[in-house]
Nanobody, 114 residues
Framework: QVQLVESGGGLVQPGGSLRLSCAVS????????MGWYRQAPGKERELVAR???????NYADSVKGRFTISRDNAKNTVYLQMNSLKPEDTAVYYC????????WGQGTQVTVSS
């Protein structure tokens, strides 16, 4: 029904920046809410950012002020701009609906280390 492909991860130093992209394809591509999730080693997946179709955003306290979620509906793409990265941001990052409705993609690895 819906395919999610994350990209843009990599290895960065603390304080660095990355921009993640989520390409959405399938029958339903205009869901009202989309979000970015992450799963760190040994931890459960958590929601870090969410955006409605109207552009209303919410962030986990751990990333608020550093991460910015956005969307380009014409390109069926959701973005996550990550600034001032910290080692604790290291995780595999996934996109999905705001409630994890779709099947999970492979995610993209973000590693923050000196």
């Amino acid at each position: 029904q819906v395919q999610l492909v994350e990209s843009g991860g990599g290895l960065v130093q603390p304080g660095g920046s990355l921009r993640l992209s989520c390409a959405v394809s399938g029958i339903i591509v205009s869901i009202r809410n989309m979000g970015w999730y992450r799963q760190a080693p040994g931890k459960e997946r958590e929601l870090v950012a969410r955006i409605t179709n109207d552009g209303i955003t919410n962030y986990a306290d751990s990333v608020k002020g550093r991460f910015t979620i956005s969307r380009d509906n014409a390109k069926n793409t959701v973005y996550l701009q990550m600034n001032s990265l910290k080692p604790e941001d290291t995780a595999v990052y996934y996109c999905n609906s705001g409630i994890g409705f779709y099947g999970w993609g492979q995610g993209t690895q973000v590693t923050v280390s000196s």
